[in-house]
């Protein structure tokens, strides 16, 4: 696998964050692998009972389509974590993990999404 070094030189990062992001969507829509090595994507199955796989399969589906991308405009990614009870786990990275406004974006946006696509979720949190 081949390894990018950004170095940020003269150029203002609001010049920058147009080009990196686009090269980070880029990468994501090409269907690789995100991260290489042995195992390094395991936790992308997350933990959920089998009678639950389609509801799952529901939810993965919506966060690959729909919130993964809007996130990584700004610079986070959120992943599937787990699904039990009516409560979906997810995990929160980069800008997401920090931002002051990712929990109203849990609360009012994923989980507005995701309740309407899926009866059967009750609620979203971060994990």
């Known amino acids: 696998s081949d390894f ?8 203002e990062w609001q010049h920058l964050k147009p080009m990196i992001l686009g090269a980070i969507m880029e990468h994501y829509m090409s269907g690789e692998d995100v991260v290489d090595g042995d195992g390094a994507n395991d936790e992308a ?5 089998a009678e639950d796989a389609d509801v799952v399969a529901t939810i993965k589906e919506l966060l690959e389509t ?3 991308p809007a996130v990584a405009q700004d610079g986070g990614d959120i992943t599937f974590a787990g699904f039990r ?6 995990h929160m990275r980069g800008a997401c993990a ?7 974006t849990l609360r009012h946006g994923i989980e507005n999404l995701l309740r309407h696509f899926c009866p059967e979720v009750e609620e979203v949190q971060a994990v």
């Open 66 to 68: 729909r919130v993964r």
């Open 98 to 104: 920090g931002c002051p406004s990712s929990t109203a």
């Open 4 to 11: 990018i070094s950004v170095t940020k030189g003269e150029a």
């Open 85 to 90: 009870d009516g409560t979906v786990y997810l």
């Open 45 to 49: 199955d997350g933990a959920y009972d």
